[in-house]
């Protein structure tokens, strides 16, 4: 199965929204410790695209001086394990893959209709 983490998926803030404070210290980085943990908990595959997602971090945060990028991509590593502990994400994520049936469909007007919006 195919994942990536939010950092991965492009997530953060628009380009004109105002960043929080620039992160210069690593005590100022606020992880929950098990975040830590992250690593050991990934499969061979998700560990090299977590290396490689906090080596360009570590890039972003080097040109920046800031330790922000770093910080993302671990708390979203973190947030994804989470996830996949939930103790349905397997029938989860089987379900969201299937096709949905042809009369399970529905066009926005008939979403609207039924929502009398």
Known sequence: MSTMSAAAMGGGLPKDSKRAAPVRSPRQM??????????????????????????????????????????????????TLLVREHPRYGEMMEHASRKPAADCALTAEEVRARLEV
């Open 30 to 79: 606020h992880l929950p410790p098990e975040a830590f943990d992250v690593l050991d908990k990934l499969g061979s595959k998700d560990r090299g695209r977590c290396a490689r997602e906090l080596f360009q971090a570590v890039k972003a945060a080097q040109d920046a001086d800031d330790l922000r990028p770093v910080t993302e991509v671990i708390e979203a590593w973190y947030r």
